[in-house]
């Protein structure tokens, strides 16, 4: 799933980055089906911090693809040699390994498009269950 608002503003943005290094969360709108059906294409997430030992396995986390630049929110699914593995839930492939200093926070409320049905709510078991990236676009609070 890729967070932004267009295929050409895909990249991290500088108001998400200044957001996470202050330690607060942002809210933005996911584009994509790689994380079908937990984060639906429109879907608003938040992206919080993370506090300290986080990442854990299962959950959704905000990272800065390594190859690409752009950010995407995928599902961690596995450690390799100090690096997370992640993957979208509706992809049948990880994405490869991402260092530690590529997340940028990790999901923690998913808000439905309008069409989309009921608020879902993260950092709990919900997030844990186990495509493409998702873009998402910065939503000001």
């Known amino acids: 799933m890729l967070l932004g608002g267009s295929s050409s503003q895909a990249g991290t943005d500088p108001c998400q980055q200044a957001v996470t290094e202050k330690g607060k969360a942002f809210r933005v709108r996911a584009f994509g089906l790689s994380m079908h059906p937990f984060i639906k294409n429109r879907d608003i997430i938040t992206v919080s911090p993370l506090p300290s030992g986080w990442p854990r396995l299962g959950d959704v986390a905000a990272t800065i693809h390594s190859s690409t630049g752009k950010l995407i929110v995928h599902r961690v699914v596995g450690f390799k040699e100090g690096s997370?593995?992640?993957?979208?839930?509706?992809?049948?492939?990880?994405?490869?390994?991402m260092p530690g200093a590529c997340i940028q926070g990790y999901v923690t409320r998913v808000e439905p498009e309008p069409n989309n049905g009921?608020?879902?709510?993260?950092?709990?078991?919900?997030?844990?269950?186990?495509?493409?990236?998702?873009?998402?676009?910065?939503?000001?609070?």
């Open 118 to 141: 009921s608020i879902r709510i993260g950092a709990d078991s919900a997030l844990r269950t186990g495509c493409k990236p998702l873009k998402l676009s910065f939503i000001p609070s």
């Open 84 to 97: 997370y593995i992640i993957k979208g839930d509706n992809v049948p492939r990880p994405d490869g390994q």
